[in-house]
């Protein structure tokens, strides 16, 4: 079993930045992939990102590329999702996932989630 501990949401002003952390214990989440779903307002859950737990390559959902970065710490057992020039439309619930499949895009093929943290980008 694998536990994921989101952290770092919060308020912020369109053009800000805010930083994600997932911190993941229980059994060793080496050799999963990683991935950050968020899920806006009345809407499904979508795709952010996700990074290889060995790999040093993350992969990003169109509307984000260029504005997130994603990155891991193995040493800490925490990934993070960097968020720069925020939007409104960045709002939403944000959820850390672990898979056992190689670049996880859906959520259906990941395994475990953590509780989510919000994110409102106000205008």
């Known amino acids: 079993q694998v536990q994921l501990v989101e952290s770092g949401g919060g308020l912020v002003q369109s053009g800000g930045s805010l930083r994600l952390s997932c911190a993941a214990s229980?059994?060793?989440?080496?050799?999963?992939?990683m991935g950050w779903f968020r899920q806006p307002p009345g809407k499904e859950r979508e795709f952010v990102s996700g990074?290889?737990?060995?790999?040093?390559?993350?992969y990003f959902a169109d509307s984000v590329r260029g504005r997130f970065t994603m990155s891991r710490d193995a040493v800490k057992n925490t990934v993070y999702l960097q968020m720069n020039t925020l939007k409104s439309d960045d709002t939403g619930v944000y959820y850390c996932?672990?898979?056992?499949?190689?670049?996880?895009?859906?959520?259906?093929?990941?395994?475990?989630w953590g509780q989510g943290t919000q994110v409102t980008v106000s205008s």
């Open positions: 229980g059994r060793t989440v080496s050799g999963y992939t």
């Open positions: 990074i290889s737990w060995s790999g040093s390559s993350a």
């Open positions: 996932a672990a898979s056992f499949r190689r670049a996880a895009a859906s959520s259906k093929e990941y395994d475990y």
